[in-house]
C-alpha cells in the first residue's frame, strides 16, 4: 500500500532539489496561464471599463451574458475550443489544437468574463462625482476615462488576480485542448491528473504542493489589495 | 481680452416641471456674483448649464471673448471650472489631486509644483499636501475642492453652495478665501448660496434666482 509519508517526503525532496521536469512543467504553466491573463486583462478590461462608464441600450444583457460566463464549466470552454481548432473546425488549417497556444485561447476565454465582469463592477462603485470633478476640471473624455480607471484600480487588480487564480487551477479544458503532451503541453494540474492514475504520486503531490502554495500567495495578493482598497476608501 | 459669459432666454425642465424659465443675464465684469434662491430654485441647474455639464432645453449660453462668440471645445471648458456641492476627490494625495488640472493640460513638474503650493497656501493646506485627500474633513475637503479650482486659474469660476455642508469654522475661512480671491480680483467668480447674511458679505453683485429666473440685476 502506498504511503502518503513516503509520498510526501520523495515530493519533498523533488521540490527542494529543483527536479528539471517539476520546474519545466511549473514554468510552461506560468507562461500558458500568464500570457491567458494578459489577453485575458488586454480584452476584458476594455469590455468592462465600457459597460462600467457608458450607459448603452444593451449594456444589462451584456452583463448578463459576463456574469454567465464567469460560472462555465472549464471543459465546455475545452470542447469548444477543440471543435473550433480541430481539423474539421473553421480554424483547423491553422494546426493550433495540442500546442500550448490552444491552452492559451482555452485559459483566455475562461478568464475574460471574470476581468470584464468584475473589472465593471470596480468601476460602477466609483463615485459619479469623480467623474464630473474630472470633466469640470477640463479634462477630455479620454482623460475622464482614465481617471475613473484608477480610481477603481485596486478592484481591478483584483479582478485581474481572481482571474489568474481561476487559470492557473484550470485542468478541463486545457487538459482537452492541449492534449497533455509531455514537455511540451503538460503544465501543473495535467501532470496532477496523469501522474495520479498511474500511481506515481510524488510528482503528483510536488506539483500539488506548488499548486496549494501559488493559491495562497495568489489569495494573499488579493487580501492585501482588497484590504488596501477598503483602507483608502 | 478676458471670457465673459452671456446666458440669453434659457429655458430647462425635469419631467415636464419647468426649472429655468426664459432666464438671461451677463456676467461680464471681473468681481463676485453672488446668485441667491431658495433650496429647488433651480441655482445648480444654472450652474450644470453654464459649466457645459448639461444642455438647456431652449436658450443659448454663449462665451465671448471681447466680441467674439468660442466655441464650446474643450479649450473653453479649460477656461471655466465648476465645484460641485459635494467635491469628488481622487484616491491620491492632496497635492496630486490639486496637481490634476495642470496635469492633465500638460504642464511641467516645476510649474506644477510651484502653482499647487501656491493654491494649497491660499486655502490653509499646504501642510497637509501628502495626506491622503480621502482622509481630509469636509470642510477641508471643500478647501482642497477650492484649490484645484483655482490652481488652473479659471477666467470664469462657479461655486455652487460652497459653504452648505461644513461647519461654521470652515464656512469663515472658505468666505475668507473668496473675499482674499475677490480681491485679487482676476476673474469671474459666480457663487450660489441659500444664505442671504453671507450672499451680501461676499457679493459684488447679488442676484437672486426666483421661479425660473434671475430677477433682481444690479
Not at chain 1, 481591478?156 to 478541463?172: D, L, N, Q, T, Y
Not at chain 2, 510651484?114 to 501642510?127: C, I, N, P, S, T
Request: charged share 20%; glycine share 8%.
Amino acid at each position: 500500500m502506498y504511503s502518503i509519508i513516503e509520498g510526501f517526503r520523495k515530493a519533498l525532496f523533488l521540490i527542494l532539489y529543483l527536479d528539471p521536469e517539476l520546474l519545466r512543467i511549473i514554468l510552461l504553466s506560468l507562461k500558458v496561464s500568464g500570457t491567458a491573463l494578459i489577453i485575458s486583462t488586454a480584452l476584458g478590461l476594455p469590455v468592462g471599463s465600457l459597460t462600467g462608464l457608458k450607459k448603452f441600450p444593451g449594456r444589462g444583457f451584456i452583463m448578463t451574458i459576463l456574469n454567465t460566463l464567469m460560472g462555465l464549466p472549464p471543459v465546455v470552454v475545452g470542447l469548444f475550443v477543440y471543435l473550433v481548432l480541430s481539423r474539421r473546425g473553421p480554424f483547423g488549417f491553422m494546426a493550433l489544437l495540442y500546442t500550448p497556444l490552444a491552452m492559451v485561447i482555452a485559459q483566455s476565454i475562461l478568464a475574460f468574463p471574470i476581468v470584464a465582469a468584475l473589472s465593471h463592477s470596480a468601476i460602477i462603485k466609483i463615485d459619479p462625482l469623480i467623474k464630473q470633478a474630472s470633466f469640470t476640471l477640463g479634462a477630455t473624455p479620454f482623460q475622464v476615462t482614465t481617471a475613473m480607471i484608477r480610481e477603481a484600480r485596486y478592484g481591478i487588480m483584483a479582478a485581474v488576480i481572481a482571474a489568474f487564480g481561476r487559470v492557473m487551477a484550470e485542468v478541463g479544458a486545457i487538459l482537452i485542448v492541449g492534449g497533455n503532451i509531455a514537455g511540451y503541453t503538460r503544465v501543473m494540474t495535467t501532470t496532477i491528473a496523469l501522474e495520479t492514475d498511474k500511481g506515481n504520486f510524488e510528482l503528483a503531490l510536488a506539483l500539488g504542493i506548488i499548486l496549494l502554495m501559488l493559491s495562497l500567495v495568489i489569495n494573499m495578493a488579493l487580501y492585501l489589495v482588497q484590504r488596501k482598497g477598503v483602507l483608502q476608501t | 481680452m478676458g471670457l465673459t459669459l452671456a446666458v440669453s432666454h434659457v429655458f430647462k425642465s425635469y419631467d415636464g416641471k419647468p426649472v429655468l424659465q426664459d432666464c438671461s443675464f451677463p456676467f461680464e465684469k471681473s468681481g463676485t456674483y453672488v446668485l441667491t434662491g431658495p433650496n429647488g430654485s433651480g441655482k445648480s441647474t444654472f450652474f450644470r448649464i453654464c459649466a457645459l455639464l448639461e444642455n438647456p432645453d431652449r436658450g443659448k449660453i454663449n462665451y465671448l471673448s471681447g466680441s467674439i462668440l468660442i466655441e464650446k471645445n474643450i479649450e473653453l471648458r479649460r477656461r471655466i471650472t465648476l465645484l460641485l456641492p459635494r467635491v469628488g476627490v481622487f484616491n491620491m494625495t492632496v497635492f496630486k489631486n490639486v496637481a490634476y488640472g495642470l496635469t492633465i493640460r500638460g504642464a511641467n513638474s516645476d510649474e506644477t509644483g510651484e502653482r499647487v503650493h501656491k493654491a494649497l497656501d491660499f486655502v490653509g493646506l499646504l501642510q497637509k499636501k501628502e495626506q491622503k485627500a480621502l482622509t481630509l474633513s469636509s470642510g477641508e475637503t471643500q478647501r482642497l475642492g477650492i484649490a484645484r479650482a483655482i490652481v488652473t486659474e479659471p477666467e470664469i469660476l462657479f461655486l455652487d453652495e460652497p459653504t452648505a455642508s461644513v461647519d461654521l469654522e470652515n464656512t469663515k475661512i472658505i468666505e475668507d478665501i473668496i473675499l482674499r480671491m475677490k480681491k485679487i480680483g482676476k476673474s469671474i467668480v459666480v457663487i450660489t448660496t441659500h444664505d442671504m447674511a453671507q450672499a451680501e458679505r461676499l457679493a459684488d453683485w447679488l442676484l437672486l434666482l426666483k421661479d425660473g429666473r434671475i430677477v433682481s440685476a444690479p
